[in-house]
Nanobody, 127 residues
């Protein structure tokens, strides 16, 4: 079965950086989407960034220019480089995966179409 394990969360000051990792196993989709989602206290989970098997990426407006999603196929690992962190970025971050049809996009703000989820890693941004 699919297993996604996030790591790299922690506490940083505003303006700092973190790189989250998601180790994936059992994902046998030929065409796939992977994404990073976050859930802040008292809020619903929302998509942050998405990447397709062919490397196409999309980002939520709130993180454009600050976060970079990438993947290392050889290591079966998904990354989220987070720069210029703000207090509003404080949340539990989850990685997710799903299959996709060819040419389809990966954006799904609510994550309804994503079928595989990790347990999350917490990011706290405060002074």
């Amino acid at each position: 079965q699919v297993q996604l394990v996030e790591s790299g969360g922690g506490s940083v000051q505003p303006g700092g950086s973190l790189r989250l990792s998601c180790a994936a196993s059992g994902v046998g989709y030929t065409y796939y989407c992977m994404g990073w989602y976050r859930q802040a206290p008292g809020e619903e989970r929302k998509g942050v960034a998405y990447i397709a098997n062919y490397e196409s990426t999309t980002y939520a407006e709130a993180v454009k220019g600050r976060f970079i999603i990438s993947q290392d196929s050889a290591k079966n690992t998904l990354y989220l480089q987070m720069n210029s962190l703000k207090p509003g970025d404080t949340a539990v971050y989850y990685c997710a995966a799903r299959s996709r049809s060819r040419w389809a996009g990966c954006t799904d703000v609510a994550g309804t179409t994503y079928t595989d989820w990790g347990q999350g890693t917490q990011v706290v941004v405060s002074s």
